[in-house]
């Protein structure tokens, strides 16, 4: 695996258009870009959304088994970096 890639931290929200939950690199927070799943406008948070892969688990829960987690990764789409960036 890329050695850049196992470096780079990512943050997880829902598309506020169609709930699909995206994964984007942490260095893309405060950026406008497409989702990809229904191309609505989004701008990337600089924090996790609660619930999602990345993000805090939400109140009066455990927190995702690991089985849950290989789910919720299998479920969302990550935002690319290009390959200058």
């Given at each position: 695996?890329?050695?850049?890639?196992?470096?780079?931290?990512?943050?997880?929200?829902?598309?506020?258009?169609?709930?699909?939950?995206?994964?984007?690199?942490?260095?893309?927070?405060?950026?406008?870009?497409?989702?990809?799943?229904?191309?609505?406008?989004?701008?990337?948070?600089?924090?996790?959304?609660?619930?999602?892969?990345?993000?805090?688990?939400?109140?009066n829960?455990?927190g995702?088994?690991?089985?849950?987690?290989?789910?919720?990764?299998?479920?969302?789409?990550?935002?690319?970096?290009?390959?200058?960036?």
């Amino acid at each position: 695996m890329d050695t850049q890639l196992d470096d780079t931290t990512f943050l997880s929200f829902i598309c506020e258009s169609c709930n699909q939950e995206i994964e984007a690199p942490a260095d893309l927070a405060g950026q406008e870009t497409e989702c990809p799943a229904c191309a609505a406008l989004i701008t990337i948070p600089y924090v996790s959304a609660p619930g999602t892969l990345w993000g805090v688990p939400l109140a009066n829960t455990k927190g995702p088994s690991p089985e849950q987690t290989e789910a919720m990764k299998s479920r969302t789409i990550r935002i690319e970096l290009p390959d200058n960036w």
